[in-house]
Structure formats: structure tokens, C-alpha cells
């Protein structure tokens, strides 16, 4: 069997054929509409077909100019200038429709027969059993029965992470792929490990007629781009030609969306998207979007100029599948795909697992919904004279379609002037003092924290330069590398003056101070995502509270408490992570110094550092377009970070020469092999004023340097070498 590798470099084939035969094609549609855009009239007859254009006319509502062009009467309209037209300007509704189709879009978690993570892709549930992505990302029955699909990966208008409901797949019920058409369409579990049924969430149905979306027309992509959490393309993706069996479009969908639905301006499925098509140079290299060869680098998949993406038609597919010998239960779970879902209400978008419960005499009431996210008001409360306190929900409700769950209730009938009013109980009368909660404490803590280090300056050039002539004045750094490997490491391990405690380590320098960046932010190290130095304490401090035992006044006395044996403890919960140790902790037993040493300490979200592991750096092949994460690419033997690779390789140089003979000792280690690939990374992202800044801090910190920040061409394998052969 190809592997994912290999099937997508022959898709990649199969796309730049199609686009160079469609090129003609593509030259008359952007002509056409740049004729629209300026004002003109494009010629319909040269762009589409009449039976598409009746199709995606009736879609829209107008039966009567879809009849119009299959009677072939002389038309007083152009009707694809008016679908593309009436498709400019959107009600409020397209916004509310794109959110139920969010609803059945998830991520895939791929597995291998055994287990084991490969990737991710995307994926859409297209009726209340079946979800469909690409065969490239489930080829198999036996992936299929390993993997998962996680709706609800996204972040939540409130900034919270949401935690996804995991559904996993069943390939013995219902299996169907192509390799050639590039899709897989599986069912699922009816419910997740919660009990939460799968068809709540609603489904995006098969339309078999062609013609949902139209050259010239924008569509839109719902989509977990390297396996991130959901994110939408909305009306930059103009479709430019409609080879057989496909649709190119011009978006920003990145090579880890594949399996991604592309929905029209009613968010009707029109099709899957599955590869791209590279811009090249004359020479045949595929280039970056600033202009540089791309090189192999998987680094640099998503930097790559894509001229455009291709999508499988879903007219297509479900040819395919017709055209299949199938029996009657899997027969019934296909036809399935063409029923229209209940229509959803805003309880159902917004967080909604689950309809809170019907009180005695109806109404709605707050409280917890069946999946346990909880049901606030949409706004604050209304307070009447006699003391009782009211809120007013305003509902978006569909009517219940023919056999759907009256179980359900729909919300009282509003009073005229506003929307259902909601009465609950008179407030009890409040405490003089409130005490604070535990996240308050953090909050304040986490304030005086970054309080202690305002008004610092970031880096003082001159400073650190007398400084770092200083620390190196006794060394001959131009010495053969055994000699300067031995000298080196002495006096990093003899200047190693203060081992700070972890809990110090943390709070009072790596995040308020030695790991912001110039502008006064944290990174992620492996992600890049920008987080707030005050609001990533506070968090982490909130979390670690419960692990501790801790009460919010134990938060009041940050110096007692960062000596607290429970609080140290709790550093090392398996839940709690803000920090990476670019060396893992278990290649060194967790053992001081090394556990607190800051020139190996990075700010990291818990997702990265738990995604990493322990799994030792390198570097992988172009095209493993499944395996890309926000934080990087992973296998069970090497991890490229998406970004920080040049800091990341100099801290492990660091940790090779002050602490000899610790990485490399063990078989699930970086072994010597890795050296070239971190020199790589070296030599391509060099030290500049936040690693700078970083080293002159550590120094006042703890007593050392990072000699590799400071004099980068002392970073060789020879010297390297040397640390990973000793024992």
C-alpha cells in the first residue's frame, strides 16, 4: 500500500495535470469577471453549462429564472450575473447558517492499526451516521477503526479552549473510498463516551445535482489546517475551473485542510477539498510566496505560493457510491445522506450540548445543559422593583422537521416587544465581603509577578557586551574542540553559582521576564502563538491550585508558597504544563540543576508540550501533509517544531556541553545522528535581542551563559560529539 507520502505527491501529479488543461478554461472565467468587476456583463454561455446554472438558481429560491433557462427562452437577464450578484451581499443569516455547518465539521485524528498518532485531517458529517474526508487521510478499514473524529476543536468566541467530543468510527457498518476520487465515507458511533448522539449536531446533506457552485463564484471553507483548531476561509476563494469530477479554486487552504468541506454562499456542501497545485520556477522548483526556492523543507509546507486548490465534486461521489453494489443497511445509511437535518437553534450553536431542562409549567430555566457546559443568560439580568431578577433570551427556533425529536421543547411564545422573559427566583441578599475565588487570587497574583520586573529594560547591548567579555576572558575559545569541550563545560558548571528552585524558576523569571520577547509578549516556543506574560501565570496558577490544595490566600504569600513542597509537586502534574524543557525531563531523571536550568526553560501551552513529549527533535520528508499540528510535525521518533528551532537547537547545545553524557544515554534520546540536523536549524535561525536578552538575564539569575548565543561559530559536531560520547 502507497503511503500518505506517496499518494500525495501523485495527487500533487494528478492536480498540475488538471491545471494545465484547464487553462484555457481558467483565462476565460478571470476574463469574464474582470469584465463584471468593471462594470460590463460576462458572457454566461462561455462559462457554464445551463443545467448547472438551473441548479444553483433553484438552490437559491428562483425556480422561476431556473425555468427560464431550461425553457431556453430569450432571456431579459443574465443569470450568472445575477447568482454572483445576489451572492455579493448576504443577510445576517449566512453568518448563523455557517455556524450550523461548523457544527458537523471535526477534526481526524489519524491512527495506525496499533494506535499509534500519524496525523490529522478534517472532515464533514454528511448525514446522522456518516462523515466523509479523503481517502488520503483514511485508506483503510483498519485506520478507520483506529482513528477519531473531534467536533468542536476550536476556540470559543470567549478566547477558552474548548475541550472537542470524540466520536470514534465505524468502519464495520458502512466503508466506502476511492483512491481516484480521493474520498472516505465512514460512519461513526451514534454517541461519544458522554452519551452525546451524534445526530444533534446536525449533518451537512448530499445535493447529487451538479452545479452548486458556478465559476466566478466565492466559496467557503470550514477547516483544522495542520491540524489546528477550526478555522474558516470565507469569500477568498474564487473558483476558476470545473475539470470532471473537480472544482479549482484560488483559496488560502493550507495542505494539512485536506478532507475540508467547500461550501457555497448557502453553505450547501459542494465539495471536499483534498490538494493543491504549487506555483514552480522554470527549473521545476516549487516556490515559497517570498519567492525562494521551498527546498524539501517540511518547515515550510505552509509558506508554500499555491496557485490554487482543488476540491473532489460532491455531484461526484455520489455518483460513485450510487453506481456500488450496496446492501440494505449500509443502503439506508447512504440514502440517509440526502435528508435535510432538524433545523438547529442558537441553544445548539452556542456551546450547545445539551438543552437545559423544562421546568414545571415551561419556560426555560438556567442551569446545566445534558453535556455539562453550562447555560449563562445571553445578557445580564433585568432587576424589578420587588427585589426578583429577569433575563431576556432572544431565539433564532426552526420548526421541528418531520420525524424529529418532540422531546424538544421549543422556548415560550415571546411577549409582544421582546423576547421570551424569563422569571427565576428573587436574589438572596449579598455578603458584605466576598471572599475572592482561587482564579481571583491567581489574577492578583499573577499581576504583582509582572509588577516586580516593570520599568526593566529589555536588553542593554552595552551591558551585556562588557559582560560577555567577562565570562569567556580566561577561555581560549579558539582551542581544538576536545580541549575547548572540557574547558567549556567546567566553567559553565563552575559559574552555575544559584540553583534556583522550579517554582522560582517559572514565576519569578521565565515569565515575567526572561522569556518575553521585544515587544513584551510570551511565545509559544514550537507554535508562535503570542500569549499575555500576566494572563499565562494567571493561568497556569488557577490550574495548579486544585494539584497544590491550594486557597486563594495561600496566593497572597507568593515567596512561602514557591518553597511549598505541594506546590512543587504540582509543577509536575501531568496536567499542568506552561513550560518545555527543550531537553526532557526524563532523559535526566528530572534531577536538579537541570530540571530549573533557564537557558533550557521555554514558555510552551500545554497542547505543545504534551504533544511533544519526550520525543527527541529532527527532521522530517516534504509532503507528510497529515502530520502537521499547530505545534509541528510528530512520529514516534522526531519532532520538528513549527517554529523556535533555531532557539531550541542552542539550548540543547547548552545542555550537551554544561551537563556531558545525559543526552544520547538511552535509545529513545537524541542520538549524535541529530547533531547535523540541529546545526541545520542553527545555522538557518540565528540568535538575535530575544535570545540575547534571554542570556544576560540567566546570567543575573543563575551565574552562566549560553556560550552558542554568544559566539554562535563555536557550534560544531565535533564539539558536540564530544558531550554525547561521554558517560
Known sequence: MPTVASSFEAQIRDVERRWHETRAERETTKHQMALMAQGGSPDWRKMEQPSRLQTRLAGMGRADLAAKVADREDLDFNPLERIIEDSQLAGIEFFERGLVAARAVARVEIRSGAGTLSGYGSGVLVSPRLFLTNNHVLQTPEVAAASLAQFEYLISAAGAAREPLVYRMRPDLFFETSRELDFTLVAL?????????????????????????????????????????????????????????????????????????????RWELAAVHHAGVPRRDPTGRILLRDGNAWGGRSSKIDEIDWLANEGVRISSIVAEIRGRPLDGPRRALFDACFAPPRPLDLWDLFGGRGRPPTPPGGGLERGEGGGGGSRGPLGGPVIGDDGSASWLFRITVGPVAPGGDPARPAPPSPQPGSGPHVPVSPLPAMP???????????????????????????????????????????????????????????????????????????????YPSVDLHPDGKLRNVYSGVVLEAEEAIADELARLAPYAGMEAADLDD?????????????????????????????????????????????TCEPRCNSFRGNIPFGEFPPFQEAVRPLCGQIDATRFEPEHGKGPAARATFYFIVRYPGLVGDASREMGPDRIATLLAWHAADPPGDYERHRNWLIEKAQGNRNPFIDHPELASEALLRVGMARR
Not at 483559496?251 to 485536506?258: E, I
Not at 509588577?451 to 542593554?460: D, I, L
Not at 501531568?574 to 532523559?587: A, K
Open 558 to 602: 507568593l515567596e512561602t508558597l514557591m518553597l511549598d513542597e505541594a506546590f512543587e509537586a504540582a509543577l509536575e502534574s501531568g496536567e499542568i504544563f506552561n513550560c518545555e524543557h527543550v531537553v526532557p525531563q526524563s532523559w535526566f531523571s528530572r534531577d536538579m540543576p537541570m530540571k530549573s536550568d533557564l537557558h533550557h526553560l521555554f
Open 432 to 510: 458584605a465581603t466576598v471572599a475572592p475565588s482561587p482564579r481571583d487570587a491567581a489574577r492578583a497574583a499573577a499581576a504583582r509577578l509582572v509588577e516586580r520586573h516593570r520599568g526593566e529594560p529589555y536588553y542593554v547591548e552595552a551591558e551585556d557586551v562588557a559582560a560577555r567579555k567577562a565570562f569567556y576572558e580566561e577561555l581560549d575559545l579558539a582551542a581544538a574542540p576536545r580541549q575547548l569541550f572540557g574547558r567549556l563545560s567546567d566553567h559553565l558548571g563552575a559559574r552555575h553559582a544559584t540553583t534556583l528552585s522550579y517554582a522560582r524558576a517559572r514565576f519569578d523569571f521565565l
Open 189 to 265: 458511533d451514534p454517541e461519544d463516551a458522554a452519551g452525546n448522539p451524534l445526530s444533534s449536531r446536525g449533518w451537512c446533506p448530499f445535493i447529487a445535482a451538479s452545479g452548486k457552485a458556478l465559476k466566478g463564484e466565492r466559496v467557503n471553507i470550514i477547516q483544522h489546517p495542520q491540524g489546528e483548531r477550526m478555522q474558516v476561509s470565507v469569500r477568498e476563494n474564487m473558483i476558476v475551473a470545473t475539470p470532471e469530477n473537480f472544482l479549482h479554486y484560488e483559496t488560502d487552504t493550507l495542505p494539512g485542510s485536506s478532507g475540508s468541506p467547500v461550501f457555497n454562499d
